[in-house]
């Protein structure tokens, strides 16, 4: 997996990418999950597995003590024999098996490219919808494929023809997106601050939760380890509503 998502070139992550925890020194069976919440770890636990690969780890930014829900979960880890992975920024901005590659093909964007710089990485894609579009239409077809709620923000043109998508929260990459030409930005959760950059920038601002948008990485990560490695995998849906 640190190959496959070149994790190594991502170290100015907030995340601790990669293996964040050791509970058992082999892996016979997969589970992914978005987070590495109780519910997630406890999940992966009745189902046997011995590794959880998630999207958000434990670990973030400058070293912290090992206390409250952290050494809870991680005591939990340890005690069921479960490893832990974590891919942030690397799953999301896969080419192939992205957060953001998945969206880009479920709207069929046309000649996709990287935009949007965080933290030294072009991290969203930006391309051209095959015909104009509306943002309710695209809300539409977008909600029917996550199974989410889909929030509009109307404040771009009324057909869409150029989108950028971010997954996540990307809202605050709403500049980038209005700069490159973009009519729509496409994202997980919105912000207050992108409120009155979409606005003013008159760029429609398309959210479709912080948890859907970063489920499809997950998946697609899944699917690649069980045909590579032949081990059972388990995608743990632990949805937020966020």
């Known amino acids: 997996m640190d190959d496959t998502l070149n994790i190594a070139g991502f170290g100015q992550d907030s995340s601790l990418n990669g293996l964040q925890v050791e509970g058992s020194k082999n892996v016979t069976k997969i589970a992914l999950a978005v987070d590495a919440s109780d519910r997630s770890i406890r999940r992966a636990a009745r189902a046997g597995a011995d590794l959880l ?3 958000h780890g434990l670990f973030w930014g400058e070293a912290k003590p090992i206390t409250g829900v952290t050494a809870a979960r991680i005591r939990l880890l340890m005690e069921n024999g479960i490893s832990l992975y974590a891919a942030h920024l690397p799953l999301d901005c896969h080419p192939e098996i992205g957060n953001n590659a998945a969206l880009a093909r479920l709207l069929e964007l046309e000649k996709p490219v990287p935009f949007g710089i965080h933290r030294g990485v072009k991290i969203g894609l930006r391309g051209t919808l095959a015909r104009h579009i509306s943002p309710q239409h695209l809300a539409r077809k977008i909600r029917n494929f996550l199974q ?3 929030k509009i923000f109307p404040f771009g043109p009324p057909r869409i023809r150029k989108i950028g998508i971010v997954s996540g929260g990307g809202a605050f990459l709403a500049p980038d997106a209005a700069d490159a030409g973009c009519d ?5 959760e919105p912000s207050h601050t992108a409120y009155h950059i979409a606005r003013e920038s008159k760029l429609n601002l398309i959210c479709a939760g912080h948890y859907a948008t970063e489920t ?3 998946r697609s990560l899944g ?7 032949g081990l059972p995998v388990k995608f743990i849906d632990v949805p937020t509503g966020l």
């Open 53 to 55: 690969t998630v999207h």
């Open 148 to 150: 989410s709620e889909v």
């Open 184 to 188: 729509a930005l496409l994202t997980g």
């Open 216 to 218: 499809l990485g997950l």
């Open 223 to 229: 699917t690649l380890l069980r045909r590579e490695l």
